[in-house]
Every structure is written in structure tokens, then in C-alpha cells.
């Protein structure tokens, strides 16, 4: 009896793990928008056709100085967005914090961190190293074997909450309350996400513009968005876009909209010359549907993972250049 009692709370617990966001976005501390990348199953996708990038001298140094290489040890990401009450202020409109997973830990990164660090402070027992980048303060922590926080905010609040919430990381829906909210709205598989106010980096004068192309949505718009590959079709990838509107009327006029600008768009590339990216973006658009259901609109395209291959390939033979830990990748 008691080893059925034991089996069953231990399947729960399988179960509810699998529910469970991952444990690097757990640790994210409260904020507008979050973002999610497995690169695991991406390397996987495009292993065969990626060259190896071109390494500037500083990235370099700092693989020598580690050896750490982003390209290989990186595994997961998630990063929070933070809405700046000055836009203009050192941080721009968004400031970020993150906790990165994989080999990216040990006295190598240690050291490097201590040589560039300007100070430190000791928290719950973890040294967060304060580093210089262009008049803002990068601070980094390493919170265990396998995983380094950062944040760019202009106070330690944010990276203090990662380290704190890294003592219940065991629970599966400990998170943000944004997490708790959005999470079950994620596809199961999605090798990255983003839920919340993920436009913000792409805000511009209160709009959202991708690919020169600016949608009808407001930059703090709630989205829930997805990359899932689809099990049935081999190699190809499902885009999914979900936005919450603040009424009916208004979710019916964003997808009218939405839908014209597609249309546009589709316009505009059909000139474009053989290219894997304009390839990419052609066959992005010709895939895309826009569809609402109350007050909720619904954008779906697909994508091969040849043509993303292609496209990093492409860049990659151009020289690519990659930010170190500790240094600000807004900049």
C-alpha cells in the first residue's frame, strides 16, 4: 500500500513538472514581458548547416579567458522585460533581466567577472559583480553549477529576486505573476515563447514595427507568443502570435487591419530577388493567416528550419559578433 502511495505521488509529481514552465524562467523576478529560448533542439535543427562564426576580438578573448562559448554551451535563455519610466534615461525604453543555463559556470568565468567588475556585493550567499557598459551597471551573479544571472536595471532589486527565488526553484509554478497567468497558454514543445509585453523591443513612438513593416498594436499589448515544431511536417516550424485586446470591437478591427497589411507585405517582397532571407520572408507570408475568436487575435505562419539554417549560415560567413557574459547585448 505504501509503495503505491509512493509511485502515485511520485507520477504527480512527473506530471506536474511537465506542466510546469522551465526552471531558468521560474527564477525570472517580476516584469512586463518574458521571453523563452531552448537552443538545445534549435542547435539540433540547424547543426548540419551552420559554419562556424567568424569571432571578434573581444568575444575571443573572452571564450580563451572562460571557455565559454555561447554558440556551444548556451542551452537555455530567459529573459525578463522591464518597462523604464524614462525612455530617454541610460537604459532606453527596456531594461532586461536574465538567467542563462548551460556549461557557463566556474572559477574561469569567476575570475573573468572579477577582473572586469568595478565592485561587488554579497547576497544570500552569491557575489553579484557590478560591470561598467556605456552608463549603465550590468550586474551578474553565478546561482549555481549551470546557471548565471543578469540584469541591467538600475537597481539590484531584480537580480536579488532571481537569487531568492532560486531557494523554491523545486517548486513547479513558482514564477511570476505573469508566468502564472500566461504559462498554461504556451503551446507543449515550443522551443521558445514569450508572454506579456513581449513587443516591447520592437516599440518605436508607441507602435510596434517588424520588418519595417509597423503593426496595428500598441507597444504594451499582451501577447503570447510561440515557436512549436510541427511533429507532423518534418523540418517545418508553427509561428503562432495570440493578442489579448482590450474588447471585441477592438480584436475585430486589429485583424482586419493585420490582414491588410499581410497582404501588403506579400506586395511589397514579390519583387525581391532570390535570397535565403527574402526566400525566408516570402514563404513566412505566403503561410501566414490571421483569425480572431473573441477578443483574442490570432496571427499562425510557418517556417522551415532549412531556411533558418540558410539565413544564420549566411550571416555567419559575414562575420557575427557575440556578446560576452557580463557585457550589455543592447548596446
Known sequence: MVVAAVLVLLGLAIFLRSKAPPEAARLLPESDGIFYLNFKPVRAFLRKDLKPPQRVPDYQQFVDATGIDWERDLDEAAIALHRMPNP????????????????LTGTRLKAWLTAHAASQESYAGRTIYSIPSEGRTVRVAQIGYDMVAVSNTPTPEQIHSIIDRRRT????????????????????????????????????????????????????????????????????????VEE????????????????MLVNMARGFTAPLGPDPANDALKHLLATTEVSRKNDRVVVTATLHSAQLAQIAAGENSQGEQVTPAGQDASK
Open 88 to 103: 530617454n534615461g541610460p537604459n532606453g525604453p527596456v531594461a532586461y533581466s536574465m538567467v542563462l543555463e548551460g556549461k
Open 169 to 240: 526553484a523545486a517548486l513547479p509554478f513558482a514564477g511570476s505573476t505573469l508566468l502564472s497567468h500566461h504559462f498554461h497558454e504556451v503551446p507543449l514543445l515550443a522551443l521558445a515563447w514569450g508572454v506579456g509585453q513581449i513587443g516591447l523591443p520592437f516599440s518605436e513612438s508607441g507602435a510596434i514595427q517588424i520588418f519595417g513593416f509597423r503593426l496595428p498594436l500598441e507597444d504594451g499589448a499582451t501577447l503570447i507568443a510561440s515557436v512549436t515544431p510541427m511533429l507532423r511536417l518534418r523540418g517545418e516550424l508553427r509561428l503562432r
Open 244 to 259: 489579448i485586446a482590450p474588447t471585441e470591437p477592438a480584436a475585430a478591427s486589429q485583424a482586419e487591419a493585420l490582414g
